[in-house]
């Protein structure tokens, strides 16, 4: 722990996903009613990098962030108060299933009415769970808190959702195939034919999907350098395979390198290495 913490610790699991309980928190209209006068600042989800969901894994960004609690709430009773920052799209009054909530946040003591969380969120791609159910949620998600104060005896004393500046980019996880170079091995001089395929989450059928018309770098580094090089730039067809030609020069490995765009996340292909003689 850094120096400074006292070393009590908070552990909070919230999934957001997990039963009607959580919908009916998130979803309730009177969440918005009472401001309970906690403060959070230093939101940060990923880092502030866009998000990347295939169509199976459960991804778990981290989310750090400072709460300072209102008068006469301590840190050191963890019970009194809760914050949960998720993302959603629409309106922050009636968003429905369009909203991935918090995985687990653990907060340690700063002072008697600071705290610093850290933990994630958890974006679950199973459709039963309506996270990510259709290709239109890749795009920028919105960010907010779902901030509670307790009585001492439990009951709920506050309530709110806050929204928050900024948005958050959720994208389709792609994936290429490894770049396989015919002939092996070859003649100086002479042409190689690069293959492979291009790929991503379809989150409507829950599998992944040719992704067609997109531009793929393919790259190559001779045999003892430290770095690729761009040879050329290479369109995949309607089944999203990719395949060219180049001059055989040197001994060396080739790859296939995509760089992503606003609603698919970047991918890079395994090697494959070509001896020239």
């Known amino acids: 722990m850094n120096a400074g913490i006292r070393g009590r610790r908070r552990t909070v699991a919230v999934i957001a996903t997990a039963g009607a309980l959580a919908l009916s928190v998130l979803n309730a209209p009177a969440a918005q009613a009472t401001d309970t006068g906690i403060v959070v600042t230093d939101l940060v989800i990923n880092d502030n990098k866009p998000i990347v969901v295939g169509t199976s894994r459960v991804v778990e960004p981290p989310v750090s962030l400072y709460v300072t609690l209102p008068a006469g709430y301590s840190t050191a009773d963890p019970f009194r108060w809760d914050v949960s920052p998720f993302l959603y799209r629409g309106s ?3 968003y429905g299933h369009n909203y991935v909530g918090l995985g687990s946040l653990t907060c340690y003591e ?20 309506y996270e990510v159910d ?3 949620d890749a795009t920028k998600w919105k960010i907010a808190l779902h901030l509670m104060l307790f009585k001492a005896n439990g ?7 806050e929204s928050r500046p900024g948005t958050v980019p959720l994208r389709r996880a792609a994936n290429l195939t490894v770049a396989d170079a015919t002939p092996e091995p070859v003649a100086k001089g002479k042409k190689i034919t690069v293959a492979g395929k291009l790929t ?9 999907g040719p992704y ?7 790259q190559f580094r001779a045999k003892g350098a430290s770095a690729f090089k761009t040879l050329k730039w290479v369109t995949t067809n309607s089944a999203g395979a990719l395949r060219t030609q180049v001059t055989a020069s040197t001994d060396g ?3 296939w390198m995509f760089y992503g765009n606003a609603v698919t996340g970047t991918a890079t292909s395994g090697q494959d290495y070509i001896d020239v003689r």
């Open 92 to 94: 922050l009054a009636n």
């Open 200 to 208: 991503r989450a379809n989150w409507t059928t829950h599998k992944n």
């Open 134 to 136: 259709s290709n239109s």
């Open 110 to 129: 700063l002072s008697s009415r600071k705290a610093r969380c850290e933990g994630h969120l958890r974006i679950d791609p199973d459709p039963t769970h």
């Open 155 to 161: 009951n709920l004393q506050a309530e709110e959702r």
């Open 212 to 218: 067609a018309g997109a531009s793929v770098r393919l």
């Open 253 to 255: 490995d080739f790859r």
